[in-house]
């Protein structure tokens, strides 16, 4: 099946701002549905709000734009009831880690079989550009104009501690290393996580004087290293790319079944 067999083309062009990073994760996300061969009927995209959740608009899957926050929530309630649909749940700074931050640590630990895509814009740009609990200390916003004191979370560290069994992180400029992690992801058997930084030059670049977005993908090339580098050994600062967590654990549906079959007596 091709790529464009999997999108709405009804709904473009899409409304993201010009060098938004958020089309590059589609066209991959697509290329890694692709070269796993999934069916749509078989896939299931469940986002919340924000510029990040349009991307459920654009797919030709099962899709359900739900509210602020509760999409891994909604995600949770299709998985209990169709464990053998392939669920994907993309989701911005809010979705995940602000409104939504105690269902996603719920869910990375219950283990639950589903993909947590967290595309990390640093900002929430669909409501004007105030910072997010990704930000980070001594950024800029508009609810931020003499800087951010709040510190950013790390998605990795959040998610290994939360007990994901499957942590990745990678960047729009990396896209090659995106459709891998992605592909590795989607067929993984538990919770997984990709967080993927992906630039907002109209909020975040602007406020922050970081460029356009041809400009943010070269910060990203440039202050990213892959895991366990020599680069990192020599720049502690620069942010870690790669898979970090792929372990097996009891998946929470497959427990589910044997609590029914264990409540029937069998």
């Known amino acids: 099946m091709a790529i464009k067999d999997y999108i709405r083309e009804r709904f473009f062009p899409h409304m993201w701002c010009p060098g938004c990073g958020h089309g590059i994760i589609l066209n991959n ?151 891998d992690i992605l592909q590795k992801a989607i067929t993984h058997h538990g919770f997984s996580v990709v967080e993927i930084l992906t630039q907002c030059p109209t909020y975040f670049g602007r406020k922050n004087n970081a460029g356009d977005g041809v400009e943010m993908m070269k910060l990203y090339k440039d202050n990213t290293t892959s895991i366990g580098s020599k680069k990192k050994q020599e720049n502690p600062d620069l942010i870690e790319r790669g898979i970090f967590v792929q372990k097996e654990l009891p998946e929470y549906c497959d427990e589910y079944k044997n609590i029914i079959a264990r409540a029937k007596g069998k």
């Open 29 to 179: 996300l697509l290329r890694a549905i692709e070269n796993l061969g999934l069916k749509k009927n078989n896939i299931v995209m469940v986002s919340g709000i924000g510029c990040s959740a349009r991307i459920s608009g654009y797919v030709d899957f099962h899709t359900l734009h739900t509210i602020h926050g509760r999409a891994l929530a909604f995600a949770t309630g299709v998985k209990m009831s169709r464990p053998e649909l392939n669920l994907i749940v993309p989701m911005g700074d809010g979705d995940a880690l602000a409104i939504g931050g105690n269902h996603f640590i719920h869910a990375a630990r219950r283990n639950i079989n589903m993909t947590a895509i967290v595309m990390n814009n640093r900002i929430y740009g669909m409501t004007g550009g105030q910072y997010s609990p990704l930000s980070g200390y001594g950024t800029s916003a508009t609810t931020a104009p003499y800087t951010n004191i709040d510190h950013d979370f790390d998605v990795v560290q959040l998610s290994v501690a939360a007990g994901a069994t499957f942590v990745g992180r990678t960047t729009t400029y990396h896209v090659q290393q995106m459709v």
